[in-house]
């Protein structure tokens, strides 16, 4: 079995290192590269046609990043008559649609455990359940950068800015680390999530999200008044075929066993309709879990052919009411739907999230969290 | 695809519940039962070898309990060229290395995901990690009886006479509920466990287990007091081939993800040689938990066939050390050893499993359980 890899970054770079050391049935034949002068691996080229037009190659791994080109050479690899694996959830999270489609067409495996969770088997397993049983809802710590700031700004007190600077210290976020703490990143996820759970299409741009970016040393002590964790939660459900899709900083009650997920970790859940609720955890990201889910992608392709296809629609995003926690300087848009209001923050009523969303748009630096029930 | 099923109480009704009503492909031929009188299904016959000898049945199902003659019965079936799913820890744990050699030698599959962990993917997680990486250890809560026991001894301050009636009324707990509060049901899960991840054999009653029977108001509250949480935790490793398997209760820190798992839920971990750790969670018993994992095994037959097989050898167990905390009535035995005596329970120096279960089998109505470091 031939594999062409496009990108050699952190991800692509574990690709290699794990099939070369220990899968000697598999060859990484060609490396697509920006730059020749990246290394001397005499397998590295600069012309993405030169593996996408190999006949000799059965699958394309896409490690690079981005939106374009990574979808034009994916979509062109299934074309092809390759099957694909993809660890681009940003990429993924606008066109897996239509990526379906095509593979599906063309009588291909399209495959992307490594796009959320990391080395937690979150796709395959949303995928085995299906098997027999209906998924109604997932939620999930899905992001790393963000639950490590929560969890050591929880544990030690510190600022938010302190923190994010170590974290970046610690290679556990990214010099612009906007995608992550603005809830983006969990986003995609989400609807990567959503469309193997209950093969919806989505566009991430339609999720309401929002961020961690605006908390404070005081958030995080009124929600440990309260004996509360705040973590950053991704969530779907889909009720009578209505479909809701949401990322938000939730303050958890303590005996949530969301809490208790430390440092980087990530953990999901899926809800069920008859065997309840099934969770998941483990490391989200970094380059050798993501690295380890691509190839445990290629292993399934080359185990079992093509996984079944499922038939997908386009959909809209419902509405999610619930109390939520908004802090900051100017709270006074916030007053009039207040059930309790004071010095600094302001516990809303019950209200959805479209409305919330239209409010959070003309608020300045306001940090928003729901109250779990 | 025909199936025969051995055994038609809890489990095996709802295998046929969820087959007869989702898989038209496949049928459930033959279902062996003690009295005809069970039922008026026109499939019952008391008769097993009608079920193992008939040529038309590909895949046995057995549900029955007990080691015989559920082990004969599945040996012979594999013999006869059929695939075996099972559900039976106690059988498997006894005898899985001579039915993997039976099956291997028949080019059959032997699958057992609903013999550990409900319908948490437990062995089907071991067997697909394995594809890549290599297995250290495990840990988990592994028995619901015991954890509801736990939850509600530590929510409620109610003792442990109690709690188990209050089980027994929910349905948690069997009449006669010795298997699992005295640990032996775990012994046989972590058996099972061991072999998938490290492919060795251990007998379980060579596995030192220790339960909660004589567990006692004032444990719960003497762990309180240190913000810890008492849990009943079976453990296997493997460090240069050398195998540890054991079950006891642990005290855990309260940050230890364990100590969230309520009510009679499960939740097991795998710890790998380069992705650190896993966690999976979800329903460890019950009928219907426990039938969509006979059925995954059988969907996972018809899917791929026979499944690699592993050399498998015998094991001895090596010891592990710890600290423990023992109350009881007399605990006069325990003093040499201990670290700090005081009236109603002690704490040992660090010890090993071997010296701890030689004092214990002296000693009556006695409570032990790790102190987590």
Redesign the interface.
Known sequence: MKIGLLGHGVVGRGVTE?IDG?FPQITVSSILVKDLSEGNDPRYTTDAYQILNDPRIDIVIECMGGIEPAFTYVKTALENGKHAVTSNKKMLSHHLKELTDTAEANHRSLRFEASCGG???WI??LE?TQ???EITSFRGIMNGTTNYILSDMTGSGADFNETLKEAQKLGYAEADPSDDIDGNDVAYKCCISAFSAFHKAVDPDDIPHFGIRHLKKSDIAYAKADGRVIKLIGRGCLNEEKLSVWVMPVMLRG???M????SNLN?IELSCR??????????GAGS??TA?AV??DV?SIE??GIPKTWETSDNHIETVRGTYYVSGRDLSLFEPVSAECHDGWVLTHEMSLQELSALMQNSHDVFVCEVSR
């Open positions: 794990i220990h080395c937690i088997p395959h397993e085995r098997r027999i049983d005996d949530d066993p809490c208790l997920v430390s953990r008859t065997l309840g609720t099934a969770s998941f955890g483990g490391q050798l879990p380890h190839v445990q292993l185990d079992s």
